[in-house]
C-alpha cells in the first residue's frame, strides 16, 4: 500500500454550522412538485392484521399518529422498566387516505421514505406496491398505476421490527446484534413527488440521480465531473446543469442535447479557483443544479451542494485536508432521543451537532448505520469529517456460517444505498464495512465458521466500485486486545481484520472491559509497528458514567464495567487518561469518543440506569453535559473553559476533599466562600487543589479565570453532613 494514501473530493447536501454559516445556498425553485406526508396516518401495533384485514378495520381501531413516529421508547434512569419503556419488536401498520383529486394531473407519483425500522411493505388500493428490507436508508415506490386520480386512496405501510433470529422475517437484514436497539416504524420523513414523464432518475438506490465528483489540477484550478441518471428523457429536450456560490450566483454552466429515453448523462464544468470546502476552519458549499429543459421550459431539477475538498491519509503522519495537517478528534453518534426513540424533528439534529460542535470536536462517526439525510447535512455545513458506515455489527449469521446469500445481498443493497444517497456530500472521507464483526467469534459466541472476512471483501470491493474517491474503513474489536491469551498474542479464534480495508479503526477500552488504561497507548505503538503501511485509528474509547454516583477519587475506584456503580469522577479520569495518549501519537489519523449522547441499549442494565449505555458525555436527554464533557471542550474548543468537577455531588459526609477543575486558561483562583484558596495552576486544561477542609453545611465553591480581557466564572454548592 502506497505511503500516501490520496483521495479526492466529494460532492454534497446541506444543514447547519457552529457560527451560522455564510456558505449555504438556498436551493433554486424547482418544477418538482413535493408534499408532505407526516400527517393523518393512523397507526395499530398488531401482528395478527393482514393487508384486507387492515384495510377494513374502522377508524376506532387505529390510533392518529403524526410522523416521523415509532412505538419503541427504552431507556429509563432508574433501576427497573416503567411504563415509559416499549420494547415490543414485532409489526406496526400505518395507514392513511389520499385524496386523487389533490394529485397534479400529467405528472408520475413517487412517494419516498427517509427511514422504516426495520422491514417495510407498502400496499395502495389493496395491490402491494413494493418492499424494502434495511431501517436506515431512503427508498422510494413510484405509485403513479397504483393510485386512483378521481378518487380515495388507501396508502397501507406495515413496519416489521422482529428480533433477527432464524425462522423470523429479519433473519436476513443486518444488523442481526449489536449493543443498540431498531427501533420500530416511520421514524423518518415521507413525502410524495410529484414528477413530470421526463425527470431525473428516482429509482437509483434512493440517490439523487445527480452525482458530482470535483478534481483538482496542479496549478490549483478544478473541474467538476458531473453524472446526471434519467428517466423519460425525450428528442429535443437537454439537460442544463449549473454551478452557483453560496451566494447564488452562477459560476460555471453546461448544456448537453438528450436522446429519446438516453438513461444517463455526463457533463464537465470548468472552475478555475474554487473556494475550498475546508473542515470546521470555512465548510463552503456550492450548490449545482441539474434540470431538463424542453424547448426553454423547465421540466424537472435536482440542486445538490458541492464541496471542493481533497484530503491524504498517511500512516505515520495523519490526516491532511486541503494539504495542511489537521489533527481529528471527535465523537461518535447514536441516533435515539430519551422519549423519542429514534424519531427525531429537524430541531433534535440541529441541537445534537451544536454540542459537539460547542465542544471543540472536528469529525463525527456516524455508528452503526446510516444516519437521516438532515445529520449529513449538518455534518457538511458544521465542516465535519464523517465516518459513515452500514450496519454490519458483530457476526455475519446466526446460523455459524458466513452469511446466506439473503444476507450477504441485503449487506450489499445497503452498502450500495449508503454511498449513493450521500456520495455528493464533501464531510464523508470513508465507508464504514464493518463495526466489530469479529466480536461474536472472537467472545465464543459464534464458531470459527461464523467468519465475516468472506462478506468484508465483498463489501470493500463493492465500495471501492461504487467510489473510487474515497478509502473503506473497519472497525475492530479484539485484535491483540489480550496479549498472552494465545500464542500469537490474539484471543482465542481470533480473526485479524486489519489489510481488509484501506483504513483501521480499533474499538479499544482497556481499563474498562480489560486491561489498565494505561496501556492504550502502548497497545496502539506496537499495532501501528505491526501495520506501518495502513493508517490506523482509535474509532470507541470510554467509559460509563452516571450522574447520581461519585468518588473522591477516580483513579482509585475499581471499576466493574457491567455493575451498577459508574462513578461520574472515574469516567472523567478515564477520558483524562486516554486522551493524554491519544494526543501525543500523530500517527493516529483520528480518535472518536464512544459515545456523545447516553443512548438505549436492551442489554444494558448498569450504573444509575435501565436500557441505557451510560458512556455518553451528555446524557440521553441532552440537558447535562457530563465533566468529562468540559475536559474535552477545555482540549479542544478555543471558547473559554471553567468548570468546577463533581457538582453534582452536592451532599458530602467526609470534611477533607479536593477541587478539580477543567480550564484552558494557564490559571485559575479558586475560593471557598469567602477564603481564597489561591491560584491554581492548570496542567493539560486540568487544575487542581487537596486537602480542602469543608465547614459543617453549605460550601460555595468559586474558579475564575481570565480570558482576553474578561472573567469567566463557576460556581458549585456542596453541603456537608459529617457522619
Not at 500516501?4 to 466529494?10: M, R, T
Not at 453524472?227 to 425525450?234: D, N, P
Not at 446466506?404 to 445481498?409: G, M, N, R, Y
Not at 496479549?483 to 474498562?512: C, D, H, I, K
Request: proline share 7%.
Amino acid at each position: 500500500m502506497a505511503r500516501w494514501l490520496a483521495l479526492l473530493i466529494a460532492a454534497s447536501l446541506t444543514a447547519c454550522s457552529a457560527t451560522p454559516p455564510t456558505s449555504v445556498p438556498a436551493p433554486p425553485p424547482s418544477p418538482r412538485m413535493i408534499a408532505d406526508l407526516g400527517a393523518g396516518w393512523q397507526f395499530r401495533f398488531d401482528e395478527k392484521l393482514t393487508p384486507e384485514t387492515a384495510a377494513a378495520l374502522p377508524d376506532g381501531g387505529w390510533a392518529p399518529v403524526v410522523l416521523p413516529h415509532t412505538w419503541n421508547r427504552l431507556g429509563e434512569y432508574r433501576v427497573g422498566r416503567t411504563e415509559a419503556t416499549d420494547n415490543r419488536q414485532g409489526i406496526g401498520w400505518y395507514r392513511l387516505r389520499l385524496d386523487g383529486a389533490t394529485l397534479p394531473a400529467g405528472r408520475r407519483h413517487v412517494i419516498e421514505f427517509d427511514g422504516v425500522g426495520n422491514i417495510a411493505d407498502l400496499w395502495v388500493n389493496g395491490r402491494k406496491a413494493g418492499s424494502h428490507a434495511g431501517a436506515f436508508s431512503r427508498f422510494r415506490f413510484d405509485l403513479t398505476g397504483y393510485l386512483d386520480p378521481a378518487g380515495s386512496n388507501l396508502i397501507l405501510l406495515r413496519a416489521d421490527n422482529s428480533k433477527p433470529e432464524p425462522g423470523s422475517s429479519t433473519q436476513h437484514v443486518i444488523p442481526l446484534d449489536g449493543d443498540f436497539f431498531i427501533h420500530g416504524g416511520i421514524y423518518r420523513g415521507v413525502r410524495l413527488l410529484h414528477v413530470a414523464p421526463s425527470h431525473i432518475a428516482l429509482d437509483d438506490h434512493g440517490g439523487p440521480g445527480v452525482y458530482a465528483t470535483p478534481r483538482f489540477a496542479a496549478d490549483g484550478r478544478a473541474t467538476l465531473a458531473v453524472r446526471v441518471k434519467l428517466a423519460g428523457a425525450a428528442a429535443g429536450q437537454s439537460l442544463v446543469v449549473t454551478l452557483r456560490d453560496a451566494e447564488g450566483r452562477p459560476i460555471a454552466e453546461a448544456t448537453t442535447p438528450l436522446d429519446a429515453q438516453q438513461r444517463e448523462a455526463q457533463l464537465t464544468l470548468d472552475v478555475p479557483a474554487p473556494r475550498r470546502w475546508n473542515g470546521r476552519a470555512d465548510p463552503y458549499l456550492y450548490r449545482l443544479e441539474a434540470r431538463i429543459a424542453d424547448a426553454g421550459a423547465s421540466l424537472d431539477s435536482v440542486s445538490v451542494p458541492v464541496g471542493f475538498r481533497e484530503f491524504l491519509i498517511d500512516p505515520n503522519k495523519g490526516f491532511f485536508l486541503n494539504g495542511k495537517h489537521l489533527p481529528l478528534h471527535g465523537v461518535s453518534r447514536h441516533q435515539d432521543y430519551l422519549g423519542k426513540g429514534w424519531a427525531l424533528a429537524p430541531e433534535d439534529h440541529e441541537r445534537d451537532m451544536a454540542l459537539i460542535a460547542e465542544m471543540g470536536a472536528n469529525t463525527v462517526r456516524f455508528a452503526h448505520y446510516q444516519h437521516a439525510p438532515e445529520w449529513f447535512e449538518l455534518a457538511d455545513r458544521y465542516g465535519m469529517i464523517v465516518w459513515a458506515e452500514i450496519p454490519f455489527v458483530n457476526r455475519p449469521s446466526n446460523d455459524g456460517s458466513t452469511g446466506s446469500p439473503e444476507l450477504v445481498a441485503n449487506a450489499k443493497a445497503q452498502m450500495v444505498e449508503l454511498i449513493r444517497q450521500n456520495y455528493n456530500h464533501p464531510s464523508v472521507v470513508t465507508w464504514g464495512i464493518g463495526n466489530e464483526v469479529d466480536l461474536d467469534m472472537a467472545t465464543g459466541r459464534a464458531p470459527p465458521s461464523a467468519d465475516a472476512r468472506p462478506l468484508l471483501r465483498d463489501l470493500d470491493a463493492l465500495s471501492k466500485a461504487e467510489d473510487p474517491t474515497r478509502p473503506t474503513v473497519i472497525a475492530d474489536c479484539c485484535e491483540a486486545t489480550h496479549e498472552g491469551a494465545a500464542p500469537s498474542g490474539e484471543r482465542p479464534r481470533q480473526p485479524v481484520l486489519t489489510g481488509l480495508a484501506a483504513l483501521m479503526g480499533y474499538n479499544r477500552y482497556f481499563g474498562w472491559y480489560y486491561g489498565d488504561v494505561a496501556d492504550l497507548g502502548p497497545h496502539l505503538d506496537r499495532m501501528h509497528a505491526r501495520y506501518p503501511a495502513i493508517p490506523i485509528s482509535v474509532s470507541e474509547y470510554g467509559a460509563g458514567g452516571a450522574l447520581s454516583q461519585h468518588v473522591e477519587d477516580g483513579s482509585t475506584h475499581k471499576i466493574a464495567h457491567a455493575s451498577r456503580m459508574h462513578p461520574e469522577e472515574f469516567q472523567s479520569w478515564y477520558h483524562e487518561q486516554s486522551w493524554s495518549q491519544l494526543r501525543d501519537r500523530p500517527y493516529l489519523w483520528a480518535s472518536w469518543i464512544w459515545n456523545m449522547f447516553d443512548f438505549s441499549s436492551k442489554i444494558r442494565q448498569e450504573g444509575d440506569a435501565t436500557d441505557v449505555n451510560d458512556k455518553g458525555l451528555v446524557t440521553f436527554d441532552r440537558k447535562v453535559k457530563k465533566d468529562a464533557f468540559f475536559y474535552y471542550k477545555a482540549e479542544w474548543s478555543t471558547e473559554p473553559v471553567v468548570h468546577i468537577n463533581s457538582r453534582r455531588w452536592t451532599r458530602r459526609t467526609e470534611a477533607t476533599t479536593r477541587i478539580r477543575i477543567y480550564s484552558n486558561a494557564p490559571k485559575v483562583m479558586v475560593m471557598l466562600g469567602d477564603k481564597p484558596l489561591g491560584e491554581i495552576a492548570c496542567a493539560a486544561s486540568i487544575c487542581e487543589i487537596g486537602d480542602v477542609r469543608l465547614a459543617p453545611g453549605v460550601n460555595r465553591v468559586t474558579a475564575s479565570a481570565r480570558f482576553a480581557g474578561r472573567v469567566v466564572s463557576d460556581v458549585v454548592e456542596w453541603t456537608l453532613t459529617p457522619r
